[in-house]
């Protein structure tokens, strides 16, 4: 068997073919990047014990055709290495920047400077917030998308779309409403945060609620539900009926978990569970304002 070629477009072709059944579909540097490799420490830095043992890397089995960066023309120098395993000292220092902001645009500083969540190496852009601060009602999802990515705003593909239609219909929009993710960076092909993920970037959520201070909060989906709820039930068991969020400085918030609109358009059918929901919101709204 002959090696794989960069030059050769049927090699080539059939490496595209193969990320593509594998579910990447979109290039987010000219050359590929190990983020594996940047976790393990320089032989420098390794003690005796956790120096590995000389052996050769096993060769898989079968895969795609082997293209070496360094064959490609005019790769670019590797990016410094951020931390690719989110860890406990990350968490710490996530908790300890949310804390320490005072306003919003502080919090947002301190998230776009914070290296320790592997999401934001592969995001293009952090996705912070959309729509008024000053707003009575907070709606959180789950994490930025493709388009959400690109844009750096949140709910702006068509997820987004059929939100702006949710608003509409109980008289809202983003000039009323605030709107951020759990997560707030793309998670890579749109795969589900994972629960270290979640964690790291639970404090900045936590922290951005407590400073806009909403009158009610709308969790969209059950990702958002159950990482600000404190609950491990599912959403369809959930939606529809008040919880409380609890704010870090103990201040109760009357919370609403409805359907995501990305299940929405995946499921019509459910639409008129989230539109008693909304009407819900609406009827609360009326009460505290
Ligand atoms: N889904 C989310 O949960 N958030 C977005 O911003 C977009 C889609």
Redesign the pocket.
Known sequence: MTAASPNNPVDLADLLAFYASAGVDEALEDAPVNRFAEAVPKPAERTPAAAPRESKAPEPATGPPRLDARALPDAPAPRPPTSAVPDEAQAALARQLAMTATTLDELRQHMAAFEGCNLKATAKNL?FADGNPQAAVMLV?????R??DIEG?????R??RLLDRMLAAIGLDRSSVY?A???PWRPPGNRTPTPHETEICRPFIERQIELVNPKVLIN??G??AKTLLNTSEGILRLRGNWRVHTTGSGIAIPAMPTL???YLLRTPAHKKLAWRDFLEVKAKLREVS
């Open positions: 996705v999802g789950e994490a930025p998308g388009d959400e705003l949140p709910f702006v593909g997820s987004g709107i993710n759990v997560i969209l989906g990702p958002s995501h609109p990305a």
